[in-house]
Nanobody, 117 residues
């Protein structure tokens, strides 16, 4: 069973930066896709950024130029994905979920990001 564990959430003032990380365990294979989704209070979960095993990147329009996704996958089957978030805005507030795909979708439990003054 694949498990995704996030870290790095917290509170930051507008204009600040945070870095989220996610580590996958329970698989000996490289995940086909890893990424991040977020859910703001009262809103639906939305895509933030994803990266495929061959390096294809996708970003939500609202985070382009501010967020950077990266991943590491080594021969010892450590799948990790990180999200560097710069120039954070109050609208970036929400629970950020790590996402992984390998035939089925996997989700982390989420980490809260709060952007406020």
């Amino acid at each position: 069973q694949v498990q995704l564990v996030e870290s790095g959430g917290g509170w930051v003032q507008p204009g600040g930066s945070l870095r989220l990380s996610c580590a996958a365990s329970g698989t000996i294979f490289r995940l086909n896709v890893m990424g991040w989704y977020r859910q703001a209070p009262g809103k639906a979960r939305e895509l933030v950024a994803t990266i495929t095993s061959d390096g294809c990147l996708t970003y939500a329009e609202s985070v382009k130029g501010r967020f950077t996704i990266s991943s590491i996958s080594s021969d010892n089957a450590k799948n990790t994905v990180s999200l560097q978030m710069n120039s954070l805005k109050p609208d970036d507030t929400g629970v950020y979920y790590c996402y992984g795909q390998q035939y089925v979708d996997y989700w982390g439990k989420g980490t809260l990001v709060t952007v406020s003054s």
